[in-house]
């Protein structure tokens, strides 16, 4: 019987003794005991002809997975308890052991500090830059800092500018290169990053025009006796989040798992939350770069699950935190998907992946993982498309929005100079 559910497409009944309820899973040894049922065969007729097109194709069939389901009840499983090489799926894991560390609202902070007093305009010292950690430190923040500055009655510096702590600007890991970065956009030198570390770019600014006289210099720890003039706070967790999963920014990921200790935080927060076997959640990144990542696809979905759970309690949707069909960019720019799906892709040369819900008039939302293996990138994802289509059509477009799958809040704004607490003015002496 255990050999029966682990391979094989088979609906079954997931809320036996209230298994959803306590944000569990059913293991392996449980299954026996859960009532088989078959709510659609139609469903799992559709995966069945797509994995028979691809064999036909050469492809092989058992690289492919897939995980469909409801709140409480699987409608479909292929492969759905093998881990496969997840790519950026990777990064649901990383959200949701995030958002178990800190609060959706938590902010990084980075302060501005100097050893000097402002005269006639010119900062007489050094503007000393604390970093604490914010990862998406890019030019719009740089721009709105120096407008900050400005507005302080700040022209010019004429020491040194001084990195320190967890700095990090437009991704460069190195802290000098960062603070070179940040001098050139106080001089109203932005530079749009790659497209592999894309954000979604806010309305044009008017550039800052502060002019530092010396150089950038790194210290490994703050100068002594340093005023704090600024304290300038990140975008809210949610939003960095919803910026990392709509570009599905690796540099992101990477800096929020280094904040919080590494993939074995976002292995143990994910096997914590959703109850989901270890072994179903192989990680050794926070990204998904490398064919070691490797998620199940139902533990994919228990971690969107997860994420839901963890944002309804704070008012907020998975909408708030991944990119919307129909509403956002990014990597699904190009995607027909069903309007109001909310998904996440993964993709590295030989693997496409797709997860997340879509709302349906039978069942409500529906969640479901699909992961392909195999070189046929594009034309994996033009299927994962057309199934979602067709799952859609089988189950019904809602004729209301599902209020749960819906963004609760305005994305804030890079650059938004009310993120910018100013703690001190020094009047010119």
């Given amino acids: 019987m255990l050999q029966l559910f682990s391979t094989g497409i088979i609906p079954l009944w997931l809320n036996t003794a209230g298994l959803l309820e306590k944000q569990t899973v059913p293991s392996l040894e449980m299954l026996d005991f859960l009532q088989l049922t078959i709510p659609d065969p139609h469903i799992s007729q559709i995966w069945k002809t797509y994995i028979s097109i691809l064999s036909d194709r050469g492809f092989n069939a058992t690289a492919q ?112 290169q960062s603070g070179q970065r940040l001098r050139q956009g106080f001089q109203g030198q932005i530079y749009q990053t790659s497209e592999e570390n894309g954000y979604t770019s806010p309305p044009l600014q008017q550039p800052s025009n502060l002019e530092i006289a010396g150089s950038v210099q790194w210290l490994p720890i703050p100068p002594p006796a340093s005023t704090v003039l600024i304290r300038h706070s990140s975008l809210p967790l949610y939003a960095l989040l919803k910026q990392m999963n709509v570009n599905s920014n690796n540099a992101v990921a990477e800096a929020l798992a280094t904040n919080m200790g590494g993939a074995s935080t976002s292995i143990s927060q994910g096997v914590a939350a959703t109850g989901v076997p270890a072994r179903e959640i192989l990680l050794q990144n926070g990204s998904g770069l490398g064919q070691n990542n490797r998620l199940s696809p139902r533990a994919v979905v228990s971690l969107l699950q997860g994420i839901q759970g963890e944002l309804q309690a704070h008012n907020l949707t998975i909408a708030d935190v991944f990119p919307v069909a129909r509403q956002d960019q990014g990597t699904i720019a190009e995607r027909r998907l069903p309007t109001a799906a909310i998904v996440k892709t993964g993709t590295l040369w030989n693997v496409s992946a797709l997860a997340g819900v879509i709302p349906t008039q039978k069942f409500g939302p529906v969640w479901f993982t699909i992961i392909n293996r195999g070189d046929n990138v594009e034309g994996f994802r033009q299927d994962q498309d057309r199934i979602l289509q067709q799952l859609t059509q089988k189950l019904g477009t809602p004729l209301e929005s599902i209020p749960s799958l819906k963004p609760s809040l305005p994305v804030p704004l890079l650059g938004d100079l009310t993120r910018n607490q100013v703690l001190t003015h020094r009047s010119p002496s």
Avoid at 87 to 101: C, E, H, P
Avoid at 127 to 135: E, N
């Fill in 65 to 176: 997975g897939c995980w469909v389901q409801t709140q409480d009840q699987l409608l479909l499983h292929d492969n759905g308890l093998q881990p496969l090489p997840a790519a950026s799926l990777t990064k649901v894991a990383t959200s949701l052991a995030a958002l178990k560390l800190w609060e959706p609202d938590h902010q990084f902070v980075t302060e501005v500090r100097t050893n000097g007093s402002i005269q006639n305009g010119v900062l007489q010292g050094d503007l000393v830059i604390v970093g604490g950690g914010d990862p998406l430190f890019v030019g719009p923040e740089a721009t709105s800092l120096g407008h900050s500055l400005q507005k302080m009655g700040i022209q010019r510096v004429s020491g040194d500018l001084v990195i320190t702590g967890a700095f990090s600007m437009d991704f460069l890991s190195d802290p000098v």
